[in-house]
């Protein structure tokens, strides 16, 4: 674990330098100093950026997983109770729109400060999308599909597992997709109540009014949630239906 | 082999039955075509015997055992079941797709794979070439051949047809019946077969089951059902032309033997020869073979003219359609009327001339039968 750190801080380092001297062999207008200081204070610190750029991955990838099992199991179920499925998209989406700041506030009398609470707000954050995209992926499969499959005797349980699942996972994944992303940018306020993560970077910047700190924090959060989207959906994309259908 | 008692089905919140009183009996080995207009119930009639509706009322007996004391999940694997819109899985191979009952029923993989190798090339899908590929990749016939496998291939007794040959064009449906017909006649099912055309009910039938909103109007075979619809809903049904749909009742095979034809000229034969067979030709025209008996093509009177040489392969034309002598005189009757000739020549499945169907042999069948 060190030793990727350290190896990825130089490779920081290296890029952070390579930045600096083409921004200032352009003759581009910028504030130099923020600028500067900026790629100064990352290759300096990169390895403190490195670090809190993993914590910030496992949070979300933590808090993730535990969505995606309730998520998707809450999703099936809805898709089976019709008259259920309205109540149940309702209070998600109430859970979504209430603000960050406020949510967390919420969960800290419940779980006290730290991680677990982080957690728990951005899991009730990422319910909505998963829940949504797997009860319309499920509900919007052609009927006649599901039609023969119970007419030549499937059973419920096996049409659901060998069927269902399988044709609604590209929107399912597209939902998961949507939750990450919007996962990560919540994260980085999780730091307020002790989550850990690049959020820590950004709020103690803000604090001491060290902008090198906040724009750090915010290019950090950046690259992880492009990363995450594309190795989704790549990822999806390589498993899919269409992936396999080309030729045969 | 299914009898149906006093079935009826009222759909909650509906107040008019889907289903009302329906009495029906199938014979083992038997196509009954559940006929009639959209929202006659006939769907509902059909999906209730695979028990997809529960009924309301009334009692369903396969083989003489209650179905609706049965497991509704054992009772519908041992019933092959084809949709119109077929409901092939999308993300399963072929092979897949046609093993679904056999992985239901668990059955080895080797016979499983042996099975469905068979039951492809039975619907005339050579199982090398397609049993990797995808549904998405198949055309709308092949993929209702598919569909056909799938429900045969655990070998069940009966099978469910909801107007399972529908989406697909005119030529093509024509083709998948005639084959689905030579199928049957080997296998000898009992079939359910609900579709709204009565031209496809006459065709497939060894009885037909008029239906109108919900009640049984009249279940008798093709043949009666034309010479003596039971009311005047039946006799619309049935249409006007009644004796061109008798068309439908008749193979070539049956008609081809009574006709009396010119021999077809070899291709090496003289042509003043040919020239003597034409003008005595009720059509004007010789068809010419090889020395295999497999079509060459044929020469009409104009040709002589247009062209020159000593042997009749010199002057034959290509044959625009051809027909095979399972197909049904209505099928002749269209071949005719889309090449826009008097007559179509019969070929078997290597292509090999069996004799020539002219208008006047059709007209000359409706007229004794009429």
Known sequence: MEQIIGVTGDLFRTAANLLFLTAQGEDVEYEPGLFRDTVDWISRRSDMLLELMLEHLWLVILTLIIAVVISVTVGIIISYYESFAQTVLGVCQVLMVIPSMAMLAFMVPLFGIGFTTGVMALVLYSLLPIVRNTYTGIRELDPAIVEAAKGMGMTERRILFKIKIPLARPVIMAGVRTAAVMMIGIAAIAAYVGAGGLGELIFSGISRGHQPMIIAGAIGVSIIAIAFDYLLYYGEKRFSVEGRTKEG | ?370
């Open chain 2, 1 to 370: 082999m299914i009898k149906l008692e006093g079935l009826s089905k009222v759909f909650p919140g509906h107040n008019i039955p889907a289903v009302k009183d329906l009495n029906l009996e199938i014979n083992e080995g038997d196509v009954c075509v559940l006929v009639g207009p959209s929202g006659c119930g006939k769907t509902t009639t059909m999906k209730m015997i695979n028990r997809l509706y529960e009924p309301t009322g009334g009692k369903i007996y396969i083989r003489g055992e209650d179905a609706l004391q049965m497991d509704p999940i054992k009772l519908r694997l041992d019933i092959g079941y084809v949709i119109q819109e077929i409901g092939l899985f999308p993300h399963m191979t072929i092979e897949e797709n046609i093993a679904t009952v056999p992985n239901e029923k668990q059955w080895p993989k080797d016979e499983t794979k042996q099975k469905v190798s068979e039951v492809m090339t039975l619907v005339g899908l050579d199982p090398k070439v397609f049993k990797d590929r995808y549904p998405s990749a198949l055309s709308g016939g092949q993929r209702q051949r598919v569909g056909v496998a799938r429900a045969m291939v655990s070998d069940p007794p009966i099978m469910l047809m909801d107007e399972p040959f529908g989406a697909v064009d005119p030529i093509t449906r024509a083709r998948l019946q005639n084959e689905f017909l030579r199928i049957q006649e080997r296998m000898g099912k009992t079939i359910v077969f609900v579709t709204h055309d009565i031209d496809e009910a006459i065709k497939m039938s060894d009885t037909i089951a008029v239906m109108r909103e919900g009640e049984l109007v009249q279940h008798a075979t093709p043949s009666d059902l034309l010479s003596a619809p039971a009311d005047e809903f039946v006799s619309n049904l049935v249409g006007r032309n009644r004796s061109i749909k008798r068309l439908h009742l008749i193979r070539i095979n049956e008609i081809l033997d009574e006709v009396d034809r010119a021999k077809p000229a070899s291709e090496d034969a003289k042509i003043g020869e040919v020239e003597k067979q034409i003008e005595e030709s009720d059509i004007r025209s010789v068809i010419v073979v090889d020395k295999d008996n497999k079509l060459k093509g044929v020469i009409g009177v104009s040709d002589l003219k247009r062209k020159s040489g000593e042997v009749a392969g010199d002057y034959c034309q290509d044959v625009t359609d051809t027909i095979t002598s399972d197909a049904t005189l209505n099928d002749a009757l269209s071949v005719m009327l889309e090449c826009g000739e008097g007559y179509v020549a019969v070929v078997n499945e290597d292509d090999q001339y069996q004799g020539t169907i002219t208008l006047g042999d059709l007209l000359n069948v409706v007229k004794e039968e009429g």
